[in-house]
């Protein structure tokens, strides 16, 4: 493995879910920093770990701009994918989340909220290029690992 690599790779230790921003990143591929994080990543663990929340989100994006071709591709794409569901667990966590972020004037939203429950309730670091966002969440005294694969 190359310096670069094996640099990154000592940071990723955790296992990790991938948020609508930066799994968009890695389609995208233009960032080369992501890729060498996704890369690192996927010699890891095999496949990236996403919330249905997030599939749903690439999915608005796409059929907004009317392109079912690449949501015919990105839905393919999804068999080597971990996409976790929202069970009731997640929905508890996110609904105290949102709830405690509304209370505090600092909304992030419900899909967001929703994949936070979903990185908290399953033990992963949340990756996001959003960092100050989920930052609102850590500051209601949640422990949600934060990651972002651009720096």
Request: hydrophobic share 45%; glycine share 6%; no cysteine.
């Amino acid at each position: 493995m190359g310096t670069i690599a094996s640099t990154i790779a000592s940071k990723i230790l955790d296992k990790a879910l991938l948020d609508t921003d930066s799994l968009s990143e890695v389609l995208k591929g233009i960032n080369p920093q992501v890729l060498v994080r996704a890369n690192v990543y996927l010699e890891a663990y095999d496949r990236y770990t996403l919330s249905v929340i997030t599939v749903m989100e690439i999915v608005r994006g796409w059929h907004r701009l009317q392109r079912n071709d690449h949501i015919q591709r990105f839905l393919a794409s999804l068999s080597t994918a971990e996409v976790l569901t929202v069970d009731t667990p997640v929905a508890v966590l996110a609904g105290r989340i949102y709830a405690d972020l509304q209370r505090s004037g600092q909304m992030i939203g419900i899909a967001d909220s929703i994949i936070a429950a979903t990185a908290l309730q399953n033990d992963l670091t949340l990756v996001t290029g959003n960092q100050a966002h989920y930052q609102r969440v850590q500051s209601r005294g949640y422990e949600l690992r934060l990651d972002n694969w651009r720096s």
